[in-house]
């Protein structure tokens, strides 16, 4: 039988044998973060889960075909090429034309929920721009994480977005928050936001047991897992106030609209903060990285 994208041996083998998998997206590489420092954290998030004994799947559209897994020529490709980013919508006609793309926290969850996968680290995920009662502009990261049963593990939600709002669409459509060691819901470079979480849980086998329960108990949505920064290594806040309004206002003065405007915004938020939220998106997301993998270490216990 042949499927409609090509999961790698490392991950199929894994996958077969119930050992911990975790999913890494692409667009944080393609359009999240500069070059050559992307290309450095795609090969780095993937070593760290290889030396905690978890098998990385970075997911990307290579040549039309979908890939769960990459090789080292696949993630240079997503770090060095000019690539689409592509959301769930994009995935057919990106695949039809033979074409390559970088995957949206959306696109990852739902490729890698079709090939098995039950976990995945990110930065942070999308979710309701501000302004959007009048722009509409919420990412499909919410609406496809209500119907994909996915763990991702993620800072909260930037701070370029409407923080309340996401927390309220998020409830709305019915997907689990659970705040890791907190009960406070990140912003992302910041390990606060001014929003509390109902749950909060302080391992990664609790973690696990939801994914469970979910399985048991729900409708096939995800759960998302709200993992701050340290302390020690967040942004300054008032240098992070300070850099973030003058992005907000760069962006509408520059009229950037629909899935150009969170690359705009991080990219922005990189050059004017002198390279300090580049050093914080990097610590944060290693440190998803290392949480997600012991998650999948515990959801892997579970089926031994
Ligand atoms: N987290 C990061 N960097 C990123 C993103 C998340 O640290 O670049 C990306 C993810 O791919 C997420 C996307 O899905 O931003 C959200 O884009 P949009 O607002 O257009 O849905
Ligand atoms: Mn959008």
New binding site residues.
């Given amino acids: 039988m042949t499927t409609p994208f090509h999961v790698s041996e490392s991950v199929a083998a894994a996958l077969a044998e119930h050992r911990p998998v975790v999913a890494l997206?692409s667009?944080?590489i393609s359009?999240?973060l500069p070059r050559p420092r992307n290309h450095e954290a795609a090969v780095e998030f993937e070593d760290i889960l290889r030396s905690a004994g978890v098998t990385p799947a970075t997911i990307a559209v290579l040549d039309g075909v979908p890939q769960i897994g990459l090789d080292a020529e696949g993630v240079r490709r997503i770090a060095e090429e000019e690539l689409a980013k592509a959301?769930v919508r994009d995935l057919p006609i990106i695949a039809a034309a033979g074409a390559s793309a970088a995957t949206?926290?959306?696109a990852t969850s739902h490729l890698a929920a079709l090939a098995g996968i039950r976990v995945f680290a990110?930065?942070?995920?999308?979710g309701v721009?501000r302004g959007a009662r009048d722009s509409f502009d919420e990412?499909?990261?919410l609406t496809t994480l209500a119907v994909t049963p996915i763990t991702v593990v993620s800072a909260g939600v930037?701070s370029v977005l409407d923080i309340s709002a996401t927390l309220e669409r998020l409830e709305t459509l019915s997907v689990p928050v659970v705040g890791y060691g907190t009960t406070v819901f990140p912003s992302f470079w910041l390990r606060e936001s001014a929003f509390t979480l109902d749950w909060s849980v302080d391992t990664a086998a609790e973690v696990a047991a939801i994914m469970k329960s979910q399985d048991a108990l729900g409708h096939g949505q995800g759960i998302i897992v709200a993992n701050p920064i340290p302390l020690d290594q967040q942004w300054d806040p008032a240098d992070h106030d300070r850099v973030l309004l003058e992005a907000l206002a760069a962006a509408q003065e520059a009229g950037v609209t629909g899935?150009a405007?969170?690359?705009f915004l991080?990219l922005y938020i990189v050059e004017a903060s002198g390279g300090r939220s580049l050093e914080v998106?990097l610590d944060l997301?290693r440190n998803n990285v290392r949480v997600a993998g012991d998650i999948a270490t515990a959801w892997a216990a579970l089926h031994d």
Avoid: F, R
Wanted: glycine share 16%.
């Fill in positions: 997206e667009t944080i359009h999240g959301s949206t926290v959306a990110t930065g942070g995920l999308g721009h990412s499909a990261d930037k899935k405007v969170t690359p991080l998106n997301a």
